[in-house]
């Protein structure tokens, strides 16, 4: 599958998604995190937004992403992400402290859901935003799976 870069179907991508604790540098004063491209998360940041006001019973993503890669904090409150792999598999991973975050590789189907009322969910993002590599529609994503051809 060239036309990704690298060939993420050769690995399970719930394999690839992992949670990240970032260095704290707080004292008397307060807290600090740090995170920087290529050190603290596998990319060069090319790209942030934030989402915050989502109800708790707002499900949010629901998409995949052929060429970007995120890192996601919940810099305030908490919500949730359940990660789908187009094969069967899915995990649910909780973001509910400011210095740790979940990475996303490419062609994670990702939902983002059960937001605190204070949740602000910080996104990292690989790339500029480019609304042609998103796919939206989830039968779509697993033709684009299953034609991988790749076993987990
Ligand atoms: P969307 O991807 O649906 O948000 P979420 O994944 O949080 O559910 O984006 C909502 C709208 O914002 C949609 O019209 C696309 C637009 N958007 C941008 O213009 N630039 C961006 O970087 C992002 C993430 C979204």
């Not at 990704?4 to 949670?19: A, E, K, R, W």
């Not at 491209?37 to 915050?52: A, N, T, V």
């Not at 990660?83 to 590789?105: F, Q």
């Not at 009322?117 to 993002?125: I, M, R, T, Y």
Request: with cysteine; hydrophobic share 35%.
């Amino acid at each position: 599958m060239p036309y990704f870069g690298i060939n993420v179907f050769t690995m399970n991508v719930l394999n690839l998604t992992q949670m990240l604790e970032f260095s704290q540098k707080g004292d008397e004063r307060g807290h600090l995190v740090i995170v920087e491209g290529m050190k603290d998360i596998p990319f060069e940041i090319k790209r942030i937004f934030y989402i915050y006001g989502s109800d708790k019973d707002v499900v949010r993503g629901q998409h995949a992403n052929k060429v970007s890669e995120f890192v996601l904090i919940n810099v305030a409150g908490t919500s949730k992400v359940k990660v789908k792999d187009g094969k069967g598999n899915e995990t649910v991973y909780s973001l509910n402290r400011p210095h740790t975050g979940i990475y996303l590789p490419r062609m994670v189907w990702k939902e983002m859901y059960d937001f605190s009322e204070d949740s602000v969910l910080l996104c990292l993002a690989s790339t500029h935003y480019d609304p042609e590599e998103y796919i939206r529609n989830y039968d779509e994503y697993l033709k684009i799976v299953s034609e991988s051809g790749e076993e987990t």
